[in-house]
């Protein structure tokens, strides 16, 4: 898929905590996740990389990277994290934006 042509999700995530204690609180409500380093990439049609920029030792602000083919296949994986994410109670904000760069949906959960 060329970065040009696709739908886009930018935001953040707050959690106190390593990519991999995200990776399991995400895991322990159903998700598929990869955690590693300093990023936990969640499995869906499109892929999230949720990528800590504080310290990955400790975390607490993390960046939220995905895209998809479609506009409704990018706000149906936003949505399926964010109701995620809302049930272990973690804070987060998330826009769905074009290709042309024109926001558009946002998911919020301010915990």
Known sequence: MSAGQSWHVSGFVRFRGTPQQLSEALASVGLRTR???????????SDFVIRCIDDPR????????????????????????????????????????????????EIAYDG
């Open 58 to 105: 400790t975390g607490e602000l993390y960046q939220v990277d995905a895209d998809a083919d479609s506009e409704t296949e990018m706000v149906e994986a936003a949505t399926r994290v964010s109701e995620s994410l809302c049930r272990v109670s973690i804070e987060h904000n998330f826009e769905v934006v074009s290709p042309e760069n024109e926001s558009g949906k």
């Open 35 to 45: 955690p590693g380093r300093y990023a936990v990439t969640v499995a869906n049609p």
